[in-house]
């Protein structure tokens, strides 16, 4: 599996998973066993996943969504990229995340 | 993996995903057909298997898609699939990764015959994330045999059941308590002791409902002669004296009040609902009185669930005989009586169910809250007796 997060790649969620918005909370169910420890585990993210996870839409690099995220909160790209490198990392391991292309 | 700063583990069934508001309907409870492979005497609903007048009422794939997009649309989390046998559908499959990926959680409800090494493959890849709820009717072929009416029924359950545990699919086991079984009652708690996910004894059903359809007086006789006694009800309800104690006390603490007037005292039709196999939603599995079910063929889940369930709530008894008894009476608890025994029993919302009574009696009497000769709704101090018997003041 691969988990190492490029940058200049693209990211989609996983077909693995579904997202649902729950009072504006987005939670992520398990489609396939394996995902979570149990078998009934669901996951929802904090808000800065939940910022990032709206824009890996399949189309945007990794680059494009920090640039994205900068202009909107006015905070340095560096510590924004580390974020969303940290974000998909842990997304890839969790299998919730694939690379769309790279 | 360990937690982290951004991702949450999250257990459903634990914590309410909702926490500001709550969604119109958290599960919705569809029967996908009323057909069934077994032919159990006791059943308030089956029909035979290859009834094709009734396969061809059914909702069609597409219709039931439909209403999952719109379950999902409104918050609910989960939907239960039940029959009849729902595996009996050739769309299940289809029906169950819908609803799987809509996001929604899966409750099964099945008797395990038709459970095939390709969709326990099924369950096992693309997990219900509910536990499978499996009613085993027998531990020997003899007995099992004799309740579902089936020949080889006994070998089908068991292998579908063995799949399950093979696959590591979790699931529960219920029962029900019928004259060829009930002296297996040790033995199947025994074995139910040792599948992997049982983590309380399992439950049963035994006072076993009428055709919900009224549609045979036949059945119905056979059903009524096959219910325990109410002091049978009673021997089997306290074979552990002490856990029906506790469990009665922290129940009765809770749940214990005259209902009075209103017919709905209990959460039906209130976040959740239950279509029928042909597109009527009804408030709870077993009320099909015409004057209480919805038809979602020619409105919509949401039309339902925020105008038709909440008048029904709102609907009064006006059998004088139910406003004597039933509305006055703080046994509600302990009582199964509701609108929907009323309709099986009598085809109506409020008569009182004698039987049904009779069982709440016993174990009120049993537990000291009234003597032989009261009934509940003749108790003036009923909160007296209540705070005496669980050691909680009512609220």
């Known amino acids: 599996m691969e988990t190492e997060v490029r940058m200049g790649s693209v990211y989609a ?73 940290g974000f ?7 299998r919730m995340l694939v690379a769309v292309s790279g | 993996m360990t937690e982290s700063a951004y991702v949450e583990k999250l257990r459903a069934d634990k914590v309410s995903l909702w926490k500001q508001t709550r969604p119109l309907i958290s599960r919705l409870d569809i029967e996908l057909t009323e057909r069934c492979n077994n032919n159990c005497a006791h059943c308030y609903i089956n029909l035979p298997a290859d009834d094709k007048a009734a396969q061809a009422r059914e909702l069609t794939t597409k219709d039931i898609q439909n209403v999952l997009l ?17 595996l009996l559908r050739d769309d299940f499959e289809a029906l169950y990764l819908f609803a799987r990926r809509l996001g929604l959680k899966v409750l099964l409800f099945t008797n395990a015959t038709l459970i ?34 089936k020949a080889g029924s006994f070998e089908a359950a068991w292998r579908g059941i063995r799949l399950l545990l093979d696959r590591q699919i979790p699931f529960i086991v219920k029962g029900a308590l019928l004259p060829p079984n009930k002296d297996e009652m040790e033995q199947f708690e025994e074995w139910a002791t040792t599948t992997p996910w049982m983590d309380k004894p399992p439950s049963y059903s035994m006072l076993f409902d009428l055709r919900t359809r009224r549609d045979s007086e036949a059945k119905n006789r056979h059903v009524r002669s096959i219910r325990p006694s109410p002091e049978q009800v009673l021997g089997i309800l306290t074979r552990r004296p002490e856990a029906y104690l506790k469990s009665t006390k922290e129940f009765c603490s809770k749940f214990m009040s005259p209902p009075g007037g209103l017919l709905f005292s209990c959460g039906s039709g209130h976040g959740g609902a239950c279509l029928d196999a042909y597109g009527k939603l009804q408030p709870c599995m077993l009320l099909r009185h015409p004057d209480t079910v919805y038809d979602l063929k020619t409105g919509s889940l949401k039309d339902a669930l925020t105008r038709f369930f909440p008048a029904l709530r ?22 199964e009586q509701c609108p929907a025994k009323s309709w ?27 003597s032989e000769s009261e009934h509940g709704w003749e108790v003036e101090d009923w909160r007296e007796r209540l705070r005496r018997f669980s050691g909680k003041e009512k609220d």
Not at chain 1, 69 to 83: C, F, R
Not at chain 2, 70 to 86: C, H, I, N, Q
Not at chain 2, 321 to 335: I, P, S, V
């Open chain 2, 116 to 149: 095939t090494p390709h969709m326990a493959d099924l369950l096992a890849r693309v997990p219900p994330l509910e536990k499978i709820e499996v009613t085993v009717y027998g531990m020997a072929r003899e007995s099992y045999d004799a309740v579902s009416r």
């Open chain 1, 88 to 94: 998909v990392s842990e997304l890839l391991k969790r």
């Open chain 2, 70 to 86: 719109e379950v999902s649309s409104l918050g609910a989390m989960s939907v239960r699939f039940t029959g009849g046998e729902p």
């Open chain 2, 314 to 335: 709102e609907m009064k008894a006006t059998n004088p005989d139910y406003l004597a008894r039933c509305a006055r009476c703080f046994l509600k608890g302990l009582c």
């Open chain 1, 13 to 85: 969620p996983s077909e693995d998973v579904v997202a649902r918005e729950i009072e504006g909370e987005i939670i992520i169910v398990p489609l396939v066993a394996g995902i979570g420890d149990m078998e009934d585990e669901l996951f929802t993210l904090n808000e800065t996943g939940k910022n990032i996870w709206g824009r890996l839409d399949g189309k945007k690099t990794l680059n494009a969504v920090v640039a994205e995220l900068a202009g909107e909160y006015g905070a340095p790209a560096t510590e924004i990229a580390k974020d969303v490198s």
């Open chain 2, 344 to 370: 099986t029993e009598h085809g109506t919302l409020d008569t009182p169910v004698e039987y049904l009574c009779e069982v709440a009696h016993a174990q009120a009497r049993y537990v000291g809250m009234l």
